[in-house]
């Protein structure tokens, strides 16, 4: 992402209809508010074409939500164990 293109929320006031209009296809700008990330100002056709994305990969990904207890997040430790296993 282009540093330009992070904006503090007080500056892009002035500048929304201008952002706007620059906001396009993967063209985007994330607004801070207080030096962090707020909100991100996107093109719409490119925030549902990720969005779609998304549910593509979830659908590949699912997980019955009955089983979810069973599931949990490895931890960096185990992970790297397991590649060290897998290299040749």
């Known amino acids: 992402m282009n540093s330009l293109n992070i904006i503090p929320i007080t500056k892009a006031r002035s500048r929304l209809g201008d952002l706007a209009d620059m906001a396009i296809a993967n063209n985007y700008f994330v607004l801070t508010k207080g030096g962090e990330p707020s909100v991100a100002l996107v093109d719409f056709n490119y925030l549902k074409k990720m969005e779609d994305?998304?549910?593509?990969?979830?659908?590949?990904?699912?997980?019955d939500p009955k089983l979810e207890k069973y599931t949990r997040e490895f931890t960096t430790q185990e992970i790297e164990e397991w590649q060290k296993e897998d290299q040749p």
Not at 53 to 63: A, D, G, M
């Open 53 to 63: 994305f998304v549910k593509l990969v979830y659908q590949k990904t699912y997980i």
